[in-house]
């Protein structure tokens, strides 16, 4: 009987390392594909944020992955840039760029590498911002400067992408690819019209603070743009997020410096 016991063990054991080996290599066999397809889904993305119109933004979406790969290394410039002080960071990347994903860095909180975030500055309620962010600029006819922005809606951080025309201080277009806001509320996020009142609408005041507001209603001047019906809370939060990505402890430095090296 106690041999029989010691016999079932053994095959159970048996079985759980066997399991084990198969799940670690198809995990570590499948990573290159999943990683291929994160790329590839960033720069979908990226895409949308700068298509030039609708049109463009349809045919971006029916691309392959080799066709998005390649028209996003034909046409952008994908840098790095110190948020706090604007400056350009590139070269420490050298290699690794496409790897460097910079949410991860704040989350996990990797030691030197991200900034607590004072509750009073903390717009976007994410407690912690990495140091180094990507900046993708669209080199083509169709100008663009496309930011990664996050910021808290009512049940999710909401992650995307905000394109400004080549003035710096006017919206082409916010878009985004992660939250769990309420479909047909919060969740209208995702709606094209939605999104597309973003175009033409004006970030900045003559001095380069940030002015956008999101209004409950119908927007009256460039500043404001329509919020989502029965999403006050969302529609705040998207707010607060384009003005803190967009002011001195996001994107500012960076916007500042580069405006006044425009000729």
């Given at each position: ?12 054991a048996s ?5 084990a080996?198969?799940?670690s ?7 290159p594909?999943?990683?291929y397809?994160?790329q ?6 990226i895409l949308l944020?700068?298509a ?6 349809s045919?971006?979406?029916?691309m392959s ?5 390649d ?27 496409a ?9 996990l909180r990797?030691?030197?590498k991200?900034t607590?975030?004072p509750?009073a500055?903390d ?19 169709t100008?663009r ?7 808290k ?9 905000l ?11 916010l878009?985004?690819y992660s939250h769990?806001e ?20 004006v970030?900045f ?12 209603g ?16 969302t ?5 607060n ?13 960076y916007l500042?410096?580069?405006?006044q090296?425009k000729?």
């Amino acid at each position: 009987m106690q041999s029989d016991t010691i016999n079932v063990f053994k095959v159970a054991a048996s079985v759980c390392a066997v399991c084990a080996f198969l799940v670690s290599a198809a995990a570590i066999g499948l990573k290159p594909y999943q990683e291929y397809w994160v790329q590839v889904d960033t720069q979908r993305n990226i895409l949308l944020a700068s298509a030039a119109d609708d049109d463009e933004r349809s045919k971006f979406k029916k691309m392959s992955g080799e066709e998005v790969k390649d028209f996003f290394g034909k046409n952008f410039r994908d840098i790095v840039i110190d948020l706090a002080t604007g400056e350009e960071v590139t070269d420490q990347y050298e290699g690794r760029l496409a790897s460097y994903r910079q949410i991860e860095v704040a989350e996990l909180r990797k030691a030197g590498k991200y900034t607590d975030i004072p509750t009073a500055s903390d717009l976007g309620q994410i407690k912690r911002r990495e140091n180094h962010s990507h900046v993708y600029i669209r080199t083509d006819s169709t100008e663009r400067y496309v930011f990664p922005v996050r910021g808290k809606g009512l049940w999710s951080t909401l992650k995307g992408f905000l394109a400004l025309q080549p003035d710096l201080k006017t919206a082409a277009y916010l878009t985004f690819y992660s939250h769990a806001e309420t479909p047909g509320l919060g969740g209208e996020v995702d709606n094209a019209g939605w999104k597309s009142r973003w175009n033409g609408k004006v970030l900045f005041d003559d001095d380069g603070n940030v002015q956008l507001t999101v209004v409950k209603g119908d927007s009256k001047t460039d500043s404001e743009v329509d919020g989502l019906s029965g999403a006050t809370i969302t529609s705040k939060g998207v707010e607060n997020m384009v003005r803190y990505w967009m002011g001195d402890q996001g994107f500012g430095p960076y916007l500042q410096r580069v405006r006044q090296e425009k000729p």
